[in-house]
T-cell receptor
Framework: DTAVSQTPKYLVTQMGNDKSIKCEQN?????MYWYKQDSKKFLKIMFS???????INETVPNRFSPKSPDKAHLNLHINSLELGDSAVYFC????????????FGQGTRLTVV | AQSVTQPDIHITVSEGASLELRCNYS??????LFWYVQSPGQGLQLLLK??????LVQGIKGFEAEFKRSQSSFNLRKPSVHWSDAAEYFC???????????FGTGTRLQVFP
């Protein structure tokens, strides 16, 4: 009964490959997010979706393409992976009202070699 | 633009000692303020939040935080630290016109027995 679940937990891949990370929430929230945590633990928002509509795109390279088939799912597809993409990617959800807290998944540690 | 500063990168305390983690924010109006904790290899868990009203807020695991508008601060406190509190702590700010969170750089807490 995990609230926000993302798969896989670990992902090791070679440069140039394309990979996807999946996220699902069962909280009934309207808004979902992708955050990136770099090697220094700094967390920065990448995208947010509200009811399947893109709301925030924080100047992320267009190799990153989020897809929301329904409001309970937000997947992240990454094309042509680069070494600098290595990070922990967190999915989160919230009720969608400005300023409400976000509920985070366990994270996906992506390592590009 | 809003920002969050956590001046202490790393804090070490003895078990049973009191704790205060500092957080300063920059925002023109009253922000929404959050403290999250991240245990190794885990996602982020909300400890407490401030939206309005009483400036001293109680959270889970015996934590509390006080909002001080005059100092633009939202420091996290615990009277007696347990070894299980060792983790990374993040302060975050949300605003009235956006549903994204801006995170501080985190404070790593180490607890010695």
């Amino acid at each position: 009964d995990t609230a926000v679940s993302q798969t896989p937990k670990y992902l090791v891949t070679q440069m140039g490959n394309d990979k996807s990370i999946k996220c699902e929430q069962n909280l009934g929230h309207d808004t979902m997010y992708w955050y990136k945590q770099d090697s220094k633990k700094f967390l920065k928002i990448m995208f947010s979706y509200n009811n399947k509509e893109l709301i925030i795109n924080e100047t992320v390279p267009n190799r990153f393409s989020p897809k929301s088939p329904d409001k309970a799912h937000l997947n992240l597809h990454i094309n042509s992976l680069e070494l600098g993409d290595s990070a922990v990617y967190f999915c989160a959800s919230s009720p969608g009202t400005a300023g409400t807290e976000a509920f985070f998944g366990q994270g996906t540690r992506l390592t590009v070699v | 633009a809003q920002s969050v500063t956590q001046p202490d990168i790393h804090i070490t305390v003895s078990e049973g000692a009191s704790l205060e983690l500092r957080c300063n924010y920059s925002y023109g109006a009253t922000p929404y303020l959050f403290w999250y904790v991240q245990s190794p290899g885990q996602g982020l868990q909300l400890l407490l939040k401030y939206f309005s009203g009483d400036t001293l807020v109680q959270g889970i695991k015996g934590f509390e935080a006080e909002f001080k508008r005059s100092q633009s601060s939202f420091n996290l406190r615990k009277p007696s630290v347990h070894w299980s509190d060792a983790a990374e702590y993040f302060c975050a700010v949300g605003t009235h016109n956006t549903d994204k969170l801006i995170f501080g750089t985190g404070t790593r807490l180490q607890v010695f027995p």
